[in-house]
């Protein structure tokens, strides 16, 4: 059951150009402990040996398994209320995130789920993974999703599912940005969306 949600998030992630083979990762939390992918895993075959068991607030023996990013997914879990956390390398993402500390999508869905979006810049003691780790928790106190510049996204959500989809819905954003730029067409927002009920 968990093992085919790490799966189904990992395999569309990889199809989709949003990792590389080896890169990204995936947890959820399990009360004081977590299931987080393997270090060096692909996330496009995740098998059950992919998958590690360790503490949210203390280290086990699995934890040298665990993804190099276990410090950033442990430091969310203590600091927000997220239930599951990805983090991907989504292209349009990444190259936005170069020249800009804020994207602010100007398609509706964009508009609806992710109004701006932070873009942490790193220096240079933090451009590793693990990296921004207290930076990035504090700003998902707040958001769905959050861009390292020159790296990628991390996005919450209590299932694995939903934080995909916000990784998906800001990589469609950006993609449009980057095609509007391309095209010259003027970024000018859309009309303010309207939440009817
Ligand atoms: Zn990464």
């Not at 950033?72 to 239930?83: E, F, G, M, N, P």
């Not at 979006?117 to 003691?125: C, E, F, K, T």
């Not at 958001?143 to 939903?162: C, M, N, P, S, Y």
Request: aromatic fraction near 6%; charge should be neutral.
């Amino acid at each position: 059951m968990i093992l085919s949600q790490f799966q189904t998030v990992g395999r569309d992630l990889f199809t989709r150009g949003l990792v590389s083979s080896h890169s990204g990762n995936l947890s959820i939390r399990l009360g004081e402990r977590l299931c987080i992918t393997h270090r060096q895993s692909m996330l496009g075959n995740l098998q059950q040996q992919d998958l590690v068991e360790t503490g949210v607030n203390r280290n086990d023996r699995c934890t040298p398994w665990a993804s190099t990013e276990l410090f950033v997914h442990r430091t969310i879990y203590q600091k927000t209320s997220a239930q599951a956390v990805v983090h991907a390398h989504p292209p349009y993402t990444v190259a936005l995130s170069f020249n800009q500390t804020e994207i602010v999508p100007t398609d509706m869905e964009g508009r609806l789920l992710l109004p701006r979006v932070r873009v942490l810049i790193p220096d240079s003691a933090d451009f590793k993974p693990g990296g921004l780790a207290e930076q990035i928790a504090d700003a998902l106190k707040e958001a769905r999703i959050v861009v390292v510049r020159g790296h990628g996204t991390f996005a919450t959500g209590q299932l694995l599912e939903e934080a995909y989809h916000y990784t998906t819905t800001l990589e469609e954003s950006c993609r449009l940005l980057y095609l509007l730029r391309s095209l010259g067409s003027p970024v000018v927002p859309t009309p303010p969306v309207q939440i009817t009920k």
